[in-house]
């Protein structure tokens, strides 16, 4: 012990040194980062039952509709076309190819509305999305055959035919 406090100087300033709190984002061990992508999948795999079991009971409940309105001899081909239908055993599919989409101007102008009302709340909906809603609330409403049967016909068509000639 020094008689000048030099030794108790050092004590005081190493107490008032600033010590290193926890960090802000711990880095992930390799168990967490583990648990966390076995949890992601559990999720994943969860969504994509329950969805597989909502369209099985789809195509039940469309089955019950067409066994009642269907007569007795057609119930058999109906099975054999479903059963063709069915998705791969993986459970993925191919990815469609990408459909041009036209819109007409009453469209085009509902589109703009849709934009207008999201940048007001600052949000994005891209076109994209809003044809995904579409189609999927056209799929609850509608079956295949009666979509067919409402735009069935045919072709609005202008009389003219082949390039115009100067």
Do not use: C
């Not at 058999?76 to 041009?100: A, L, M, N």
């Not at 809603?133 to 056209?138: E, I, K, T």
């Amino acid at each position: 012990m020094a008689a000048d406090g030099l030794d108790e100087l050092d004590e005081q300033a190493t107490r008032r040194r600033r010590k290193p709190g926890p960090p802000r984002r711990p880095r992930e061990t390799a168990e967490e980062k583990a648990a966390r992508l076995r949890a992601e999948q559990e999720a994943r795999d969860a969504a994509r039952q329950k969805r597989a079991e909502e369209e099985q009971r789809r195509r039940e409940e469309e089955e019950r509709q067409r066994a009642a309105e269907a007569p007795e001899g057609q119930d058999q081909d109906e099975e054999q076309d479903e059963e063709q239908d069915e998705e791969p055993e993986g459970g993925t599919r191919k990815r469609t190819k990408s459909i041009p989409f036209y819109f007409d101007e009453v469209n085009e102008e509902f589109l703009w509305q849709i934009a207008q009302e999201a940048a007001a709340q600052r949000e994005r909906v891209p076109a994209a999305a809003v044809l995904r809603l579409a189609m999927r609330r056209l799929q609850d409403q509608m079956t295949p055959a009666r979509i067919v049967q409402e735009l069935g016909g045919p072709a609005a068509t202008t009389g003219k035919k082949g390039r115009p000639r100067r």
